[in-house]
């Protein structure tokens, strides 16, 4: 059974920082894309970040600079290191491979 699990939210200032962690089970990791979803109150669930198994990443334009994906295959695990964060980043944070989902980890930027 694939499972993912993320965790690292919370509530942030902005122009602050976290890191979200994603750890998998139940694939092998390594030879997976891994993607970062997010969904805002009463938005549309969006792609944020995506890194393949080579290593190779990709963002979506509002969080270019900001946002890191990242991953440690010997953990099973992809992160998402969020910097210079603002209040449109509050969203609901999905870890996702094919058609597998997380629960999801709250992200909340306000002063």
């Known amino acids: 059974q694939v499972q993912l699990m993320e965790s690292g939210g919370g509530l942030v200032q902005p122009g602050g920082s976290l890191r979200l962690s994603c750890v998998a089970s139940?694939?092998?990791?390594?030879?997976?894309?891994m993607n970062w979803f997010r969904q805002a109150p009463g938005k549309e669930r969006e792609l944020v970040a995506s890194?393949?198994?080579?290593?190779?990443?990709n963002y979506t334009d509002s969080v270019k600079g900001r946002f890191t994906i990242s991953r440690t295959n010997a953990k099973n695990t992809v992160y998402l290191q969020m910097n210079t964060l603002n209040p449109d980043d509050t969203a609901v944070y999905y870890c996702?491979?094919?058609?597998?989902w997380g629960r999801g980890t709250l992200v909340t930027v306000s002063s």
């Open positions: 996702n491979v094919g058609k597998i």
């Open positions: 139940g694939i092998i990791f390594r030879i997976n894309t």
């Open positions: 890194i393949t198994s080579g290593g190779s990443t």
